[in-house]
């Protein structure tokens, strides 16, 4: 792949793509997520993780801090299920991430 940082300079917006693999113990599992904008290198990453997170499933529990019904994040890890019990947020995500690649950078379309 060409990574040419000429398709986020001088307000040019891009497509990135994304792979990202969390890991815990010998379990693993990755996702593709697509960022747009004119970010780069870690920048594309770090957006990446936070997209990811917001496309977990969740899970309902009962807050007794709030003592209101609430929502947890799911990631299935091969055979393992994580939860995100303290509702750290994307922190917790970004604890598991073991690899992450850009793999493909694209110019989106002039409008």
């Known amino acids: 792949m060409n990574y040419d940082p000429n398709l986020t300079l001088c307000g040019r917006m891009a497509k ?45 529990f009962f807050n007794d801090d709030t003592a209101e019904d609430d929502l947890m994040k799911v990631i299935n890890i091969g055979e393992l299920q994580c939860l995100d019990e303290w509702l750290e947020g994307e922190d917790w995500l970004k604890g598991m991430l073991i690899s992450a690649e850009i793999i493909n950078i694209e110019p989106e379309a002039e409008q």
Request: aromatic fraction near 8%; include cysteine; proline fraction near 0%.
């Open 16 to 60: 990135q793509s994304v792979r990202l693999t969390f890991g815990q113990w010998q379990y693993r599992t990755s996702m593709e997520v697509v960022v747009g904008g004119n970010c780069n290198g870690l920048s594309v990453i770090e957006c990446a993780v936070g997209l990811a997170y917001e496309q977990l499933g969740s899970v309902s």
